[in-house]
């Protein structure tokens, strides 16, 4: 039985039983925060009574934006003015209750809001509190304002983009954002770390996430090739291989298959060739080399170029549309898609890119529409008519 066949029997969410308080916006925050509601954790986002900004990125239907429903699908919502001291108030109580907080404002915000992690631990010492921004809550670059773009380039990662891209000198447009999706992903981790340290301690923290130092994780062989003296390869080493019907990427990274793809294109003599024979001559002869894969792969229609490419063990792909690669049977396979519901109708949100053979990681099924849930959790946290704090709600118990 493979793991996909024992997902499909599994109820069980690994995070059930804890409570979230979402104070996130636009992208890395939320993602982080959906993340943590996949995995079965109530997470209640706090919105102005105007809504999050995402709510009205298109695509939208009805009014609804299937964007804003991909990054927040099963969450609860619920509207709070946090200048207001019934706002504060409403934060302490339902804090008391909560296992883990995310925010992502600019550092200072929620310190100016009396919201921050010094000001709620006295209420709750086992809070899990996450914050993400720009550069990180303290430094002479703390207090910049900052979007994925503008990490992008501070970062170093669009230079170093540059560098493979031949003929060119100046860097490409931004259009997706990066250094949001992998910073949300790496709060995430560190919220799991987290959880796991408080079983020990019995203490929660705080979680500093710096969407600068996460961009610079994508650039692995850069960091190191800053630092030591490394003469770059003639050609960037993998890009578009042109065949007769489009374009294909064929990666070369071992013996095995470097020897695959020369007896694909018909030049045996090649592994044993002095400009081809190590790694190292690769490098130093790669546009010699492609350029005698091309001369075959130029003669054959993409399909089937990947046809004998795959036969030899060769990794290779089309350059695809998004489109095509979310029509691809192996995500059909992987049910890598799930539909959800809001207040426009049905559409498909991305699930988790993992699975757990003892947990179910699927999405929530619906949307929350604005402030659906602030009159419920006013009740349960005693605000509906100013009453105390309920009975046993003064700690979490998580």
């Not at 995430?188 to 994780?217: C, K, N, P, W």
Request: proline fraction near 6%.
């Amino acid at each position: 039985m493979q793991l996909s066949d024992k997902h499909e029997e599994t109820t069980t969410k690994a995070f059930a039983g804890l409570r979230v308080l979402d104070f996130s916006t636009t992208i890395a925050g939320p993602h982080c925060a959906r993340m943590l509601a996949d995995m079965g954790a109530e997470v209640i986002k706090i919105e102005t009574d105007g809504g999050e900004t995402m709510r009205t990125r298109p695509p939208l239907r009805n009014g609804c934006s299937t964007v804003f429903g991909q990054l927040n699908v099963g969450k609860k919502s619920m509207v709070l003015d946090l200048k207001s001291e019934d706002g504060k108030e409403a934060v302490q109580r339902l804090v008391a209750t909560s296992d883990i907080l995310v925010e992502n404002f600019r550092p200072g915000v929620m310190h100016r809001l009396r919201l921050d992690y010094d000001s709620l631990r006295s209420v709750n010492p086992k809070l899990i509190y996450c914050s993400i921004s720009g550069y990180g809550q303290s430094g002479p670059s703390a207090e910049l304002p900052a979007y994925a773009p503008v990490i992008h380039a501070a970062s170093g990662y669009d230079m170093a983009h540059l560098a493979y891209q031949p003929g060119r000198n100046r860097p490409d447009y931004c259009g997706i954002y990066h250094a949001d999706v992998v910073t949300g992903t790496y709060g995430f981790g560190a919220i799991a770390s987290a959880l796991y340290q408080r079983t020990l301690t019995g203490q929660g923290q705080h979680i500093d996430v710096s969407m600068l130092e996460t961009m610079l994780t994508l650039t692995v062989l850069e960091v190191q090739n800053s630092q030591f003296a490394v003469k770059p390869p003639p050609r960037p080493m993998f890009g578009p291989t042109e065949t007769a019907s489009g374009y294909v990427m064929i990666t070369v990274a071992s013996e095995k298959t470097f020897q695959g793809l020369i007896g694909v294109i018909g030049r045996p003599e090649w592994i044993s060739d002095a400009r081809f024979s190590t790694y190292a001559a690769r490098r130093d002869n790669w546009a010699e080399l492609m350029d005698g894969v091309e001369a075959w792969s130029r003669q054959h229609p993409t399909d089937a170029c990947l046809v004998a490419l795959g036969a030899a063990g060769v990794p290779a792909s089309a350059y695809r549309t998004v489109s095509e690669a979310l029509a691809d049977p192996q995500l059909v396979h992987r049910q890598a898609l799930s539909s959800v519901e809001d207040g426009g109708g049905s559409f498909q949100v991305l699930n988790l890119p993992f699975r757990m053979s003892g947990a179910d990681t699927a999405p929530g099924k619906t949307m929350a529409v604005l402030g659906e849930h602030t009159d419920k959790l006013r009740e349960e946290i005693g605000l509906a008519d100013n009453a105390p704090i309920p009975s046993g709600k003064t700690a979490a118990t998580n």
